[in-house]
């Protein structure tokens, strides 16, 4: 079976696992993980943090992303555009979002943001501990990531996304480390 097969696969899989979490144990590792990656924000005075806007059955970091906004800490969340582009903008209010591309949501008629990054939060499907990432098949984090090697890149993910190795191409992004917890 070649690399794109496995990869569709063990997506469908992580998505079928992933709405199957348990409510009160999504809400433990949600955060469990958000205090880890506030952890590591203050520990190294991280200044510009890049994240996603939680849908679905991802991570929610909303509490996170909040708490980082009351810290002055500047938030950036992606705008998914065509040709596998980010369009970055700058977070000021949770409440202030537009839907965009298969649901995704992001900072309504925000400031774009060109500047480096300290910190890139990556939600994915599956992980391995190598720190590669399965994602949604888009291509979106593989092109970002590579175009910011300075920023430090973690990927966030329930501890039942780990599989023993996620199916590579030359083009897949390698994270600086990944969050997960075993609760």
């Given at each position: ?12 899989k ?31 005075n ?6 996603y ?13 909040q708490e980082?906004?009351?810290k002055k ?101 390698c994270?600086?480390?990944?969050i997960?917890?075993?609760?």
């Amino acid at each position: 079976m070649d690399i794109k097969a496995q990869k569709k696969i063990l997506r469908q899989k992580m998505l079928v696992e992933r709405s199957k979490i348990d409510p009160l144990n999504k809400v433990h590792y949600d955060h469990f993980i958000s205090t880890q990656i506030l952890n590591l924000i203050l520990k190294n005075n991280y200044q510009v943090v890049h994240a996603y806007i939680p849908m679905g059955h991802e991570i929610d970091i909303a509490p996170l992303l909040q708490e980082l906004l009351n810290k002055k800490v500047t938030v950036v969340c992606p705008k998914t555009l065509p040709a596998r582009i980010l369009e970055n903008r700058v977070l000021t209010s949770l409440s202030d979002l537009e839907t965009g591309i298969k649901g995704t949501q992001h900072p309504a008629n925000a400031e774009v943001y060109e500047g480096p990054y300290d910190l890139i939060v990556v939600p994915g499907l599956a992980f391995d501990l190598q720190n590669y990432r399965l994602g949604y098949g888009g291509g979106y984090y593989d092109n970002f990531l590579m175009a910011h090697p300075q920023a430090h890149k973690v990927g966030i993910f329930y501890p039942f996304q780990q599989v023993t190795e996620v199916p590579k191409e030359p083009h897949d992004a390698c994270l600086d480390n990944i969050i997960f917890t075993e609760l």
